[in-house]
T-cell receptor, first 113, second 114 residues
């Protein structure tokens, strides 16, 4: 059975800190890993990572995938209170039209002023 | 990023009635659309996967006769909750997958059945 495990489950930091969120996966026919940010509503897409070792960046957020060790990290530098959210990672599999994301339980990040 | 809309954003209905929720991909063609539900402080739960022009694939434990899914075009999928009961009250979220494999979520629909 496919599995995605995120750590830590929750994290409290102060504004300005840098955080690293972890995601390990076991997904058969793995295709890509996706990161999302969920505040009080539906998840917002952050990154899709398909290739190993290539960092993707968007402002203060960056992410990288290691397909040999089966994990990904999401870094947030100079955190702000607006970064407080649940961060979800999901493994995507290839294979015909039977696409399905396997989600981790998420990391609840709280950034205090 | 790509935009997925859902309508309505919030609906209150009486027990026994049916409710239809629409999900549209506004600026891309979605090869596949997904329907999830989420209870407070819990993970997303996939209900079904639908490909345009074919029958939806439902996850185990999801009643296909209760949650009717129609995927009429590459930009529109609908979920109809039939004979709704209070236990169907939840946050329903659709997502759409583009050709590149990225999956974008709609803003969600909060359903309350009284």
């Amino acid at each position: 059975e496919d599995k995605v495990v995120q750590s830590p489950l929750s994290l409290v930091v102060h504004e300005g800190d840098t955080v690293t969120l972890n995601c390990s996966y076991e997904v058969t026919n793995f295709r890509s890993l996706l990161w999302y940010k969920q505040e009080k509503k539906a998840p917002t897409f952050l990154f899709m990572l398909t290739s190993s070792g290539i960092e993707k960046k968007s402002g203060r957020l960056s992410s990288i995938l290691d397909k040999k060790e089966l994990f990904s990290i999401l870094n947030i530098t100079a955190t702000q209170t607006g970064d407080s959210a649940v961060y979800l990672c999901a493994g995507d599999k290839s294979g015909g039209s039977n696409y399905k994301l396997t989600f981790g339980k998420g990391t609840l990040l709280t950034v205090n002023p | 990023g790509a935009v997925v809309s859902q309508h309505p954003s919030r609906v209150i209905c009486k027990s026994g009635t049916s409710v239809k929720i629409e999900c549209r991909s506004l600026d891309f063609q979605a090869t596949t659309m997904f329907w999830y539900r989420q209870f407070p402080k819990q993970s997303l739960m996939l209900m079904a996967t639908s490909n345009e022009g074919s029958k939806a694939t439902y996850e185990q434990g999801v009643e296909k006769d209760k949650f009717l899914i129609n995927h009429a075009s590459l930009t529109l999928s609908t979920l109809t909750v039939t004979s709704a009961h209070p236990e169907d009250s939840s946050f329903y979220i659709c997502s759409a997958r583009g050709i590149g494999g990225e999956q974008y979520f709609g803003p969600g629909t909060r359903l309350t059945v009284t």
